[in-house]
């Protein structure tokens, strides 16, 4: 078996090449499973979100002039909505916390993507 030091600055601790979970850190500074997963948030998604960001990067809503920094669908993946850029929406964080909580808005028109006024739920 090979042993090799723990890569964390300054620990110093020998383990194993590598652990039965696959990590090189020694037990210490294992790190737990990755919230970004767990939440959707993975590479593509993150890809997918920084081009819409790009392509809209004020917020959606009717009226608003805000940098958008959150990127919500259209209609809810649970519901069957997909990322296509059809069904995504630019949102500042005060206009996605009213949409969690259940306000109703009115989404600015895309005359390049075709979509005309909508109430965004």
């Known amino acids: ?14 383990v194993p090449e590598r652990l039965v979970n696959g990590s090189r850190r020694c037990p210490k500074h294992q790190r737990g499973p990755s919230a970004l997963r767990s939440t959707g948030s993975t590479w593509l998604w993150r890809k997918i979100r920084r081009m819409q960001l790009t392509r809209y990067p004020l917020c959606e809503v009717e009226g608003c002039l805000k940098a958008a920094t959150v990127v919500d669908h259209f209609v809810d993946r649970a519901l069957g909505g997909g990322d296509d850029p059809d069904n995504l ?28 006024e909508a109430t965004f739920a």
């Open 89 to 116: 929406v630019s949102m500042c964080r005060s206009h996605h916390g009213l949409k969690t909580s259940g306000h109703q808005f009115r989404l600015r028109a895309r005359p390049r993507a075709g979509r005309a």
């Open 1 to 14: 078996m090979i042993f090799r030091t723990c890569p964390v600055r300054g620990c110093g601790a020998t």
